[in-house]
Each structure stands twice: as C-alpha cells, then as structure tokens.
C-alpha cells in the first residue's frame, strides 16, 4: 500500500468516526529493521485467543498457547508472542499496510479490537549543499540528486533564524544578503541527514565588518572634535595672559609717570627766570600712554646792563 491510499484510509476514518475499528496507532519503520505490533487493550500475560491480519487478509492466530499461521511463515517473517504482540523481522516496502487484531475471551465474546498503521520508509538520502554568490545577494541551494523509491520527506533550509521548508521536494532554494551559516536538513519519520556550512561571499562586508568600521569612524571624529576644542582653548588662554601682561605694564608705567617730579631751578635764579616761576604752572595730563621726557631747556645768565655815565 502507498503513501497515497495510507493517507485515504485515515482521511476515510476522520470523517467516519462512527466506524468501530478505527486507527489507534501509526508506526513508521526503516527498511531492513524490525518491529513490534502490540496490543494496548491487553491485561499483562497471555491472552486466550488473538487473530492478526493485514489488509483484512489473515496472518496468523494464538489460540490457547498454540500458534497458527494463514500464510506462508518464510514470506511472512512474523510470529506472535503470548500476550498478542505480532512482530515482523526485516520488514520490506510491501509490509505496509493497515493491521487489525481481534482478541476473544474464553467464553467466545470479543474483548478488542484494534487497528495500527504500519509504514515502511527507506532512509533519507544525503542532501546536497551549493552556493554562489551574485552582486550582492547570496543562492542557496540544498538539494537531493539521488532518487528515491518514495518522497516522502521533508527538506530545511535554516540559516540562524530564518528557516525555509518544504515537503516531498528534491531541491530547496533560498536567496538572502548576508553570508553566514547554513544547515541543510532532509528527513523523514524514520531517518533525519543534515549537511552545514559557512559561506562567504568575496565582496561582500560582513555585518560585524560594517559596524566596526562604522564606529571607528564616529570615534576618530569625536577624537578630532575635541582636539581642535582643546587647541583653540589653549591659544585662548595664552592670548588672554598676553593681554594681562600688556595691561599691567601700561598701569606701571601711568604710575611712573604720575609720581615723577618737576626739575629744580637754579640757585640763584636771575629776575627773569623769577618772573617765569611766578607764572602758573600748566597741570599736567595723564595719557593713555608714557611719554619719554621732553629734553630741558637751556637759559643763558645775562650780565646786567649798566648805565652810561654822561660825559
């Protein structure tokens, strides 16, 4: 039975569930393994009497201790245990299908009746991981090159947290910007195959890159921000000493200048030069600025004129 009529019998069952013998178990195994079909109805022991079949086709039957099989025990790999457990050794794609047992009491009355899914899938191949790199964006590929008997598998494409999927495909395809880490992922209910790898792109800054390069540059301009800051406060600072230094020579020299006293006359000063000190002295003007001292002026002693004796 395949994958599609499976599918139909449970969609079947879902929509009729007034049906007595509906699916109660589904159990997945991988070629070449076995397995065990139990029966969950059963008290821990032996039970009286349990019938197997598949596809409503008889397998074999436990009746009071005492094993009885409808088919061929070589074709059917398969013996039942005490307490009702079928088991099936080296289970192949043709086991699939749907099986039902039925277990009677001793007095003849049906005790349960219970049916299991049982499907038999080949191992996932091993995906393939490809990339290549276009201008600015990066084609993933993950894919799977060998052929199967069945497709029914699920295939991942995860990088960090974007994730891709899609079910019974051979070829997933993801494009993105940024370069990184990716897992291929392929797997079924009895296998998983998983394949990673980093991939960068030559060309292509990685984000990391970009913000450290970003944040060097921030840096190096608050860096030249606060040293021409820092120049031109200290050519400030020394203009301003300059300045203090020019203003406190010009008060010593005012003061100089203030307290400077006047020439002394002669001793003995002849009638000219008196009438010169009795005249007013001009005040003297602070200037904003100190004047050298003007040169003194030289005065010549006369000789007095005496008089001419008349003849």
Not at 24 to 44: C, F, G, K, Q, R
Not at 89 to 115: F, I, N, P
Not at 165 to 182: M, P, V
Not at 255 to 284: D, F, G, H, I, W
Request: proline share 6%; charged share 30%.
């Amino acid at each position: 039975m395949n994958f599609r009529r499976i599918f139909l019998v449970k969609c079947l069952l879902l929509l009729f569930p007034s049906v007595k013998c509906s699916v109660t178990n589904w159990i997945y195994v991988a070629v070449n393994e076995s397995a065990l079909l139990s029966i969950a109805a059963a008290a821990p022991g032996s039970v009286y009497d349990a019938t197997w079949l598949r596809d409503r086709k008889k397998l074999l039957q436990i009746k009071d201790k005492k094993v009885k099989y409808y088919v061929n025990k070589d074709e059917c790999r398969c013996k039942i245990f005490l307490n009702g457990t079928l088991q099936i050794e080296q289970v192949v794609k043709e086991d699939s299908g749907k099986y039902t047992v039925t277990v009677y009491q001793r007095d003849g009355k049906l005790k349960a009746e219970e049916d299991t899914m049982f499907i038999v899938q080949e191992p996932v191949p091993q995906p393939i991981l490809s990339a290549e790199c276009t201008n600015k964006t990066v084609s993933v590929k993950c894919e799977v090159k060998q052929k199967t008997k069945d497709e029914t598998f699920i295939i991942e494409l995860i990088q960090d947290k974007s994730k891709k999927i899609q079910k019974n495909a051979t070829r997933l395809e993801l494009h993105t910007r940024y370069s990184g880490k990716f897992r291929c992922v392929l797997k079924n209910q009895v296998s998983e195959k998983m394949v990673e790898k980093v991939i960068k792109c030559s060309g292509q800054l990685d984000l990391y890159l970009i913000l450290s390069i970003t944040g060097g540059a921030v840096f190096f301009v608050i860096f030249m921000i606060l040293l021409i800051y820092c120049i031109r406060k200290k050519k400030a600072e020394r203009l301003e000493g300059d300045d203090a230094e020019r203003m406190m020579q010009a008060r010593q020299a005012d003061s100089e200048m203030a307290v400077r006293e006047l020439p002394q006359p002669p001793c003995n000063p002849t009638p000219k030069q008196l009438r010169v000190q009795q005249r007013p002295l001009p005040q003297p003007q602070v200037q904003q600025q100190a004047l050298p001292p003007r040169p003194r002026p030289r005065t010549q002693q006369r000789t007095p004129n005496h008089p001419r004796e008349r003849p």
